[in-house]
């Protein structure tokens, strides 16, 4: 390889979040930069290009993702890449063509869909299914396979297909670029609808969940378990239970608030006491994960607090709301593992302590249930494991055995937790 084809790029990290870029190996072992994701620390430095081959981290050659993944991962300010020749005859489809893996988001029967030229090329797949994805160059149709069953190749619609089908928006007539399926031959007519997803009517201020890309990683502790569910359920007895039995394994965060310390109350213990302009402050600067108003006062999670956890070594176990899920998510600093505690039947809401103590209606354990199914429903995108809380200790047990599974099993997570 001739010097002059050669490279030194270096990138400033920020903290708590990925370069923002995925690769692949080719045909001749090379690590290609196969995508950089909009807004990430690579793209916003706009050094690197899809398709550039990288060739050492730091000084030290790479041959293997594993080994980029452990390179990029290390606690420094910045890292420095050497970069090989673009392989520019490629990066025009590198986007379309390379392999990928998808956790899908909704079921899909090929058997239902009108829209599929021939149901028996079609792909079926649940909520959850791991999907690796080998070609992207049809607008409408990706060829994918089950993880699985890798020798069973078929079609899934895209993302931009299954967007207008929900936003009521029609198709390109074109489905399979005028292509012969199952026999039939596509007519070469083809119709043109004027489309953008982000300005669309019907999807403007929703978020449509389809596909995850992810990738598999070694056994690996999570940094936070997230407790979700309606209030009652049980999340915070299961918390503290956890805490008091694993003091060494599990720790909680201690809010802040801008209300005054009453009587005997120390800072730091039940609450951090801090006045209610520096929460706002750093409210405004992003540094809460969650916080509200009552009677007057400022209550919030502090990002800080969930931080100073994590360093004792201990996994932060939080009890939160459904719409902080996001932001753990979207994060490569806290590595959720995500629990919903879903409401039992009426008969063991009536045995939980928090409502065992209150006079309630009929009409309020069905408010119950019904808030509980749709912080499910809306939040599947985030959610590891459900487990409807008939009884605290099967309960406690299968959270704790949930997350022994994730020191010895394989994991798929979000790709962005990885570069």
Known sequence: MPIETVKVVGLRKVPGQPLGLTVTTDEHGQLIVARIMSGSAAAKQALLSVGDVLLEVDGV?????????????????RVTLKVGPNLKEKSSQMTNKLSCYVRTLFDYNPKEDSLLPCKEI????????ILQ???????????????????????IPSPELEERRKAYVPPEADFVHKISICGARI?????????ESRSSVQLEGAELALYEEVARTPPFLRRVLALVGTRGVGRRTLKNRMIQDHPDRFGAVVPHTSRPPRPLEENGLSYWFVSREEMERDAHAGRFLEYGEHNGHLYGTHLDSIRAIIKE???????????????????????????????????HL?????????????????NTLEESARIQRQNEKYIDLVIVNHNADTTHARVMDALHSLSTDHQ???VSWIY
């Open 313 to 347: 070594g201990k996994m932060c176990i939080l009890d939160c709301a459904p719409a902080s899920l996001k932001l753990l998510h979207n994060s490569s600093e806290f590595l959720p593992y995500v629990v919903l505690i879903a409401a039992p039947g009426i008969e």
């Open 122 to 129: 079609g792909l079926a797949f649940n909520k959850g299914d």
């Open 412 to 414: 798929w997570v979000p």
């Open 61 to 77: 050659q790479i041959d293997s993702e594993d080994q980029l993944k452990e390179a990029v991962s290390k606690d420094n300010e």
């Open 133 to 155: 994805v080998s070609d992207r160059k049809d607008p409408n149709w990706w060829q994918a396979s089950h993880v699985d069953q890798p020798d069973t190749m078929g079609l």
């Open 350 to 366: 009536r045995n939980l302590t928090y409502y065992s103590n209150r006079n309630l209606q009929e009409e309020d354990f069905k």
């Open 187 to 195: 007519s070469k007519k083809k119709k043109k609808f004027v489309y």
